[in-house]
T-cell receptor, first 120, second 115 residues
């Protein structure tokens, strides 16, 4: 099956620093990746959609200058939380859709393991 | 109106019972429907997908879809304590210019199966 790997699985940083989270599709090429954020006891909130080779599309209310997304290859997307603050502490999850294989044109997503960010 | 709504629960059933999880969606253009299971502190994992009206069975899980009523459900037979988790309903519809579309998630239903 399609495997998505996310790193780091958890990170603690000081307020004001930047944190980069990587999302890799290990056995397929991901033309589209999605970044979600989940606060405790709440559902997944889509932050942005990234397409390989083009700019990410951000959801309303998500600051694109704060959450930088780069999808430079078909197997790697990165999310950088810039100048992190305690309110950015959350569980960040990436997912990828597969074009040309399992889930093609069905919207099926394969999720990474998630990254828990704690900003002190 | 939210895109996807679920009965928030929590739902508590005894081991061996049938757990029934419900979900409604607002957009008739939705094409694909998914149930994800999420254990505490973990990311969601896909357990069922359904694309056409009717029932789809996979082991102890049965997904039911009724597009006319805009309703999708998940039944878990012979529930086990290991089934205790939050179950997320997700619906896909094509956005403009995209055939894959994006997933809209419900808030999830927390299920507890007690021994």
């Amino acid at each position: 099956g399609a495997v998505v790997s996310q790193h780091p699985s958890w990170v603690i940083c000081k307020s004001g620093t930047s944190v980069k989270i990587e999302c890799r599709s290990l056995d397929f090429q991901a033309t589209t990746m999605f970044w979600y954020r989940q606060f405790p006891k709440q559902s997944l909130m889509l932050m942005a959609t990234s397409n390989e080779g083009s700019k990410a599309t951000y959801e309303q209310g998500v600051e694109k200058d704060k959450f930088l997304i780069n999808h430079a290859s078909l197997t790697l997307s990165t999310l950088t939380v810039t100048s992190a603050h305690p309110e950015d502490s959350s569980f960040y999850i990436c997912s990828a859709s597969y074009s040309g294989g399992p889930g093609v044109n069905t919207g099926e997503l394969f999720f990474g393991e998630g990254s828990r960010l704690t900003v002190l | 109106q939210k895109e996807v709504e679920q009965n928030s629960g929590p739902l508590s059933v005894p081991e061996g019972a049938i757990a029934s999880l419900n979900c409604t969606y607002s957009d008739r253009g939705s094409q694909s429907f998914f149930w994800y299971r999420q254990y505490s502190g973990k990311s969601p994992e896909l357990i069922m997908s359904i694309y056409s009206n009717g029932d789809k069975e996979d082991g102890r899980f049965t997904a039911q879809l009724n597009k006319a009523s805009q309703y999708v459900s998940l039944l878990i037979r012979d529930s086990q304590p290991s089934d205790s988790a939050t179950y997320l309903c997700a619906v896909n519809r094509p956005d403009r210019g995209s055939t894959l579309g994006r997933l809209y998630f419900g808030r999830g239903t927390q299920l507890t199966v007690w021994p």
